[in-house]
């Protein structure tokens, strides 16, 4: 297999290295400040960035942290683990409400603004709702009621899972928040 530099692969797939950069600067650091200045014309790689982190976490993360919440409930015989998947289901159903949302009307809005002229991105900019607060509530649930028990180990793995995601839902809504809908409020002055 040849070996490529960044900068090869991203001319071979048609992004801008510097916003393929930028984007990776995020994973590092989580900022919100950018030296790259976006350009209507990335709103096609970032929509395309955004729908494959819906489908990594939908069909990867939120799987697994289910997985791993059902084996800790089948091991745990506290009714705090019935709660704790409880939390967990109705969760990922607002997730899944929230992602799904995102790709029927924002994001096919970003690609073609003129193909609704009734939406506005300021709705999705106002009722754009915060779905890492939960998760938030979810790690404490994990952390401060669950019982002391042998379970430790798979605990902490589920909590790392749980970290982690939390991450990349701050990254995604940076994302969406200060890339995003600053494009597209550039792209319906225009």
Partial sequence: MQEKTIGELCTEKGIDIDLFLTIAQLHIDSTDSFSYDF????????????????????????????ESLNHLGTVGNDITYTLLLNFFSVYKEEVDKHLKYEEMYVYPYALDILKDPNYKIKEYKNHHPDIESKLIDLKNLLIKYLPKDEHQILKRNILIQLLRFEKDL????????????????????Q
């Fill in 39 to 66: 350009k209507i014309d990335d709103l096609k790689t970032i929509v395309s960035y955004l729908i494959k982190s819906h489908e990594y976490y939908s069909k990867e993360i939120l799987p697994s942290i289910s």
């Fill in 170 to 189: 701050n990254i995604h809504t940076i994302i969406e928040e200060a890339i995003l809908i600053p494009l597209i409020e550039k792209k319906e002055k």
